[in-house]
């Protein structure tokens, strides 16, 4: 079903981007009346008839690209009005392409005032001869052909188309661009909306960066497209208008970088190479500056060399990505990490389109006129392709994860009720053995027992109880069912209390460092460890060998703490691995022949970890050593 939607969605989308770049070019029907047109190589500020004359021309395509520079161009234009031979009472019109130029004059010699015509966007619309979102000027009347010229100045680059038209030619092209415009603005913003919508359901930094360069590239479209000009048609607001379409351009740019560097983060791009991207985006905050500080031509002769690099950057990094659009490896998805080059290469093709003829190095063809907006459109479409298929598969981590915890709760039930079985038949077993265990020590105490053979009978009967309470124990400890009551204990006390329990006490010595401490801590919890370490020091230890438990106090540099170590030698048993010391089952090879079950130092670790403390075995050589450390939080001193 994701699927099929995403297929509808992408072929939507490719519908109206076919539409939207449909030819833009001279209805059928209208005419052109420039039958040449030149370039005139001079920086004379003033019309002079004789000096324009005598410059020195060069041959010009459809599309003037002279870079940038302070200094106004001067193009001659070749027209001939009596290619329609029934224009009769009809204007010829100048119509002049984009909308971002400062100022356009046009000098007719046919006309008897100079210039002729006035328009640009520093200048109100009603300059104009026709109000139109495209700049336009009126010719003399003179059915004549002649050269008329025609003067630009501007800080945006140099770059545009000159045509002579009737004006009901100029009221169809008109028609045909508002049309055309309208309807890209209108795809930017549906973009934007699209997006928008993503974000109220989920929040991608991806997806604010997408609308956010969709909303800039259709504010940037309005002002270059002349839509500014028209809903602000005030004399003392030409000046502003400027203004916003040259700062528009650089939000633009700079969005569409925001969105590349986003995206590459994404990817999990080089950390160098998000470096590079980053300064490039520091660099707009320098332009505006610049722009504000009078140098609004250097601002947007470097913003034109950024638009040109950056796509470029952008590209080489994305083939250096370790991952694709949706985040995943290029190991799980190859595909996806292609599908970002591409969009790049087509970023960096059309960006070239318009930033080469910007700059003035290539002669640029009437398409680089719209290649900036092409631009927008295209990778709007292709970063909407992009998302979408980066939902889709979000969608499927998405779906995969669900089945995926749906399992593990199952599995988790399943599991938590074969424990509490477990649990329950130890129980059952521990009940039913015990009464057993009870009678057998009776008949030993009534046998008369040698004292070696009474003492081995006994340990017996004790490393029985032990291996069923310590099953018992770590089922509880594993489900999470040995809370912790806490009250004020005595340490060397329950340490005495614990050891007087012992068959083998008698090779046990208690020591202590200072005044007793009192710890905040649960008795009952606390005499299992101390009783599970002496357990096994004395089971592990030579037979005849002595066990010395000391305790201490200590201020740390987290706070008071108390030390209880249980120290004993190395018997014929040997060392525990110390890596695995604390593993639940772990027992060493050599002391298998001993009673056990291989959870006693486990418990150790899990309770000790309950009371909020830690524990640690050491290596002595000759002897080992465990250190129980519990925090003395709360706690107060005995005397």
Request: proline share 5%.
């Amino acid at each position: 079903m994701i699927r099929i939607t995403l297929q509808k969605n992408l072929l939507l989308w490719l519908w109206l981007l076919l539409c939207l770049v449909s030819p833009t070019g001279t209805l059928a029907g209208t005419v052109d009346h420039v039958v040449a047109r030149h370039r005139v190589l001079t920086t004379e500020p003033s019309f002079d008839t004789r000096a324009l004359a005598d410059a020195p021309v060069v041959p010009m395509n459809k599309v003037l690209s002279a870079g940038y520079g302070a200094e106004p161009v001067w193009v001659r234009l070749s027209i001939d009005p009596g290619l329609t031979p029934g224009l009769m009472n009809e204007r010829l019109l100048l119509r002049v392409r984009p909308g971002y130029l400062d100022e356009i004059l046009l000098f007719d010699p046919a006309s008897a005032s100079q210039p002729t015509g006035v328009t640009g966007d520093r200048h109100p619309l009603g300059w104009q001869a026709v109000p139109s979102a495209v700049f336009n000027v009126a010719l003399d009347a003179s059915r004549q052909p002649r050269d008329v010229w025609v003067r630009v100045t501007t800080k945006t680059a140099r770059t545009a188309h000159f045509e002579v038209v009737r004006e009901s030619d100029l009221h169809k092209l008109d028609a045909q661009a508002m049309l055309w415009s309208g309807l890209y603005l209108g795809c930017l913003v549906i973009f934007a909306i699209w997006g928008a919508a993503q974000l109220l359901v989920r929040r991608d930094a991806l997806t604010l960066s997408f609308v956010g360069f969709q909303l800039a590239s259709a504010a940037y479209g309005a002002c270059i497209l002349g839509y500014v000009r028209l809903l602000v048609d005030l004399d003392d607001a030409a000046a502003v208008v400027d203004v916003v379409t040259v700062i528009m351009v650089l939000v633009a740019v700079f969005m569409s970088i925001l969105f590349n560097t986003v995206l590459l983060r994404e990817m999990h791009a080089p950390r160098s190479g998000l470096r590079i991207m980053e300064g490039i985006l520091a660099l707009f905050p320098v332009l505006l500056l610049m722009l504000l500080g009078g140098l609004g031509m250097q601002a947007l002769q470097v913003n034109m060399m950024i638009v040109l690099l950056a796509p470029v950057v952008a590209w080489v990094i994305a083939l250096k990505s370790r991952r694709g659009i949706s985040g995943v490896s290029r190991a799980q998805a190859p595909g996806e990490r292609w599908i970002a080059v591409g969009y790049f290469s087509v970023s960096m093709v059309l960006t070239s389109l318009a930033a080469l003829p910007g700059l003035g190095v290539i002669e640029g063809p009437l398409i680089s006129l719209h290649v900036i907006m092409l631009h927008g459109l295209v990778t709007g479409f292709l970063m909407l392709a992009m998302l979408l298929y980066r939902i889709y598969r979000l969608l499927q981590q998405r779906e995969l994860l669900a089945v995926e915890a749906a399992f593990n709760r199952q599995r988790a039930q399943r599991e938590r009720a074969h424990r509490e079985d477990q649990q329950k038949l130890l129980s059952m077993l521990a009940h039913e053995l015990k009464t057993p265990l009870a009678t057998l020590r009776m008949l030993m105490g009534s046998i008369g027992l040698p004292a070696r053979g009474h003492r081995a009978a006994e340990r017996a009967v004790q490393d029985m109880n032990q291996v069923i309470e310590r099953c018992l124990q770590a089922g509880q400890l594993d489900d999470d069912a040995l809370r912790p009551q806490r009250q004020p204990v005595q340490v060397d006390a329950l340490i005495r209390e614990v050891v007087s329990s012992l068959p083998e006490r008698g090779l046990v010595r208690v020591s202590g460092e200072g005044s007793a401490p009192v710890v905040s801590t649960d008795p009952q919890l606390l005499a299992v460890v101390i009783r599970n370490l002496l357990d096994n020091a004395l089971k592990y230890g030579p037979s005849d060998a002595p066990v010395e438990v000391f305790w201490q106090a200590s201020a740390g540099d987290e706070g008071p703490a108390m030390h209880v170590d249980v120290r004993n030698e190395v018997g014929l048993s040997g060392k525990p691995v110390a890596d695995k010391v604390f593993t639940k089952y772990y027992r060493h090879p050599q002391a298998q022949r001993r009673t056990g079950s291989g959870l006693g130092l486990y418990l150790v670790q899990g309770l000790v970890s309950n009371l909020g403390g830690g524990v640690s075995y050491r290596d002595e050589g000759t002897h080992v050593k465990f250190r129980v450390t519990l925090p003395m939080v709360g706690s107060g001193a005995g005397s």
